[in-house]
């Protein structure tokens, strides 16, 4: 079976992961947030994909989850056992194997941001929810929060994967989209300390001083059946990253259509272009013999795209582009991405054509 089908939802600073079986079309939405519901259901019929249950990795402080609202469509609630979340649910025990279709992802319990973290493994990719981040860990200043324990948590459960197994986190911060466990061994501060004892002390939090207002109010929301959730984000609260999180400093370089085009007739490998957007844009208007790659499935195609060699990076308008670069360049796989500035649009203003476009 070729890889899951995945798709990477981001919205201010939250991550939902849209997993798909390209076998049976059964799919799961991983951390759904109230207000995108629409978007997953474009999605969902974009991509031919049924939704069989959706999961909250932990009880969400900083945003509302959109559980509710796909329960009220039959859809059921995964969730730790340990959770204390009172809606209608299936609990998973650590060890347990999720099945999506003909996928099966293993339930890992990863307490300490939350005493109901858990992560999914399997497939090549681990989504983390807010556990281990891309630099850093989550916050463990909430009510149940405990430092040490996350540290724990993450350095046996996580840590231990297979090298190449793409970290998938809650929250996505410094424009990078996803890591890998390798990367994180070599690049996350986060990880030195030398037990999660020495991490706690370190960090200097104290629990439930995060518990802001706004955090009991979506608390409040996201522990109950919370029939009235608001159409639109909750209370907002910055997300859950670490205070040390981030370690990016990046060299992407970028050129304008105008010289994109002088860079794409000298191009003799059509794979050292890449187009990230989505298969339906890609499909509605292309610059010619670009590779498509979809920015949300670029970690399945890390091997094919290393190279020391320019990378040039190509989406609508220049701002997928550069989070693409800077993901690559973060794991070390393309030392030199070069985002195509403008993107497609760019491209069509300076009067180059494009393929595949329909006649108008
Ligand atoms: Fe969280």
Same mark, same amino acid.
């Given at each position: 079976?070729?890889?899951?089908?995945?798709?990477?939802?981001?919205?201010?600073?939250?991550?939902? %992961?849209?997993?798909?079986?390209?076998?049976?079309?059964?799919?799961?939405?991983?951390?759904?947030?109230?207000?995108?519901?629409?978007?997953? *259901?474009?999605?969902?019929?974009?991509? +031919? /994909?049924?939704?069989?249950?959706?999961?909250? #990795?932990?009880?969400?402080?900083?945003?509302? @989850?959109?559980?509710?609202?796909?329960?009220?469509?039959?859809?059921?609630?995964?969730?730790?056992? *340990?959770?204390?979340?009172?809606?209608?649910? !299936?609990?998973? =025990?650590?060890?347990?194997?999720?099945?999506?279709?003909?996928?099966?992802?293993?339930?890992?319990?990863?307490?300490?941001?939350?005493?109901?973290?858990?992560?999914?493994?399997?497939?090549? /990719?681990?989504? &983390?929810?807010?556990?281990?981040?891309?630099?850093?860990?989550? !916050?463990?200043?909430?009510?149940?929060?405990?430092?040490?324990?996350?540290?724990?948590?993450?350095?046996?459960?996580?840590? @231990?994967?297979?090298?190449?197994?793409?970290?998938?986190?809650?929250?996505? %911060?410094?424009?990078?989209? $996803? #890591? &890998?466990?390798?990367?994180?061994? !070599?690049?996350?501060?986060? /990880?030195?300390?030398?037990?999660?004892?020495?991490?706690?002390?370190?960090?200097?939090?104290?629990?439930?001083?995060?518990?802001?207002?706004?955090?009991?109010?979506?608390?409040?929301?996201?522990?109950?059946?919370?029939?009235?959730?608001? @159409?639109?984000? +909750?209370?907002?609260? *910055?997300?859950?990253?670490?205070?040390?999180?981030?370690?990016?400093?990046?060299?992407?370089? =970028?050129?304008?259509?105008?010289? *994109?085009?002088?860079?794409?007739?000298?191009?003799?490998?059509? =794979?050292?272009?890449?187009?990230?957007?989505?298969?339906?844009?890609?499909?509605?208007?292309?610059?010619?013999?670009?590779?498509?790659?979809? /920015?949300?499935?670029?970690? $399945?195609?890390?091997?094919?795209?290393?190279?020391?060699?320019?990378?040039?990076?190509?989406? !609508?308008?220049?701002?997928?582009?550069? &989070?693409?670069?800077?993901?690559?360049?973060?794991?070390?796989?393309? &030392?030199?991405?070069?985002?195509?500035?403008?993107?497609?649009?760019?491209?069509?203003?300076?009067?180059?054509?494009?393929?595949?476009?329909?006649?108008?």
């Amino acid at each position: 079976m070729s890889h899951p089908i995945l798709k990477i939802i981001s919205n201010e600073g939250c991550n939902s %992961y849209l997993i798909g079986c390209p076998v049976t079309r059964a799919a799961i939405i991983v951390d759904p947030k109230v207000g995108q519901e629409g978007q997953y *259901a474009a999605m969902l019929e974009r991509y +031919g /994909l049924e939704l069989t249950a959706v999961v909250d #990795s932990h009880t969400h402080a900083d945003h509302l @989850s959109a559980s509710t609202a796909f329960a009220g469509a039959g859809v059921p609630l995964l969730m730790s056992h *340990a959770t204390q979340v009172k809606r209608k649910m !299936r609990t998973l =025990e650590h060890g347990e194997y999720l099945s999506v279709g003909e996928l099966s992802f293993e339930v890992l319990e990863v307490p300490g941001h939350t005493p109901d973290s858990i992560a999914l493994f399997g497939h090549g /990719l681990v989504i &983390t929810g807010d556990s281990l981040f891309v630099g850093g860990l989550a !916050r463990a200043d909430f009510v149940g929060s405990d430092a040490a324990q996350l540290y724990d948590s993450v350095q046996t459960r996580l840590m @231990s994967l297979p090298g190449d197994t793409l970290v998938m986190p809650g929250h996505g %911060y410094n424009d990078i989209l $996803f #890591s &890998t466990i390798d990367c994180e061994r !070599r690049l996350n501060a986060a /990880l030195t300390h030398a037990d999660g004892a020495a991490y706690a002390r370190d960090l200097d939090v104290t629990e439930g001083a995060g518990n802001s207002p706004g955090v009991e109010a979506n608390l409040l929301l996201n522990l109950h059946e919370a029939p009235d959730l608001p @159409s639109s984000a +909750g209370p907002a609260v *910055a997300c859950c990253a670490s205070p040390a999180g981030g370690d990016a400093a990046f060299d992407i370089s =970028e050129i304008a259509a105008v010289d *994109a085009q002088k860079v794409h007739a000298a191009l003799s490998n059509p =794979e050292q272009w890449i187009d990230v957007r989505d298969p339906f844009e890609y499909n509605a208007g292309r610059i010619p013999g670009v590779t498509p790659i979809p /920015l949300s499935e670029l970690g $399945f195609h890390l091997d094919r795209l290393k190279s020391d060699e320019p990378l040039y990076i190509s989406c !609508r308008s220049g701002v997928r582009s550069m &989070t693409a670069a800077k993901t690559l360049q973060r794991l070390g796989v393309s &030392t030199q991405p070069v985002n195509i500035g403008g993107g497609i649009l760019g491209w069509q203003a300076m009067g180059n054509a494009i393929e595949g476009a329909p006649a108008t």
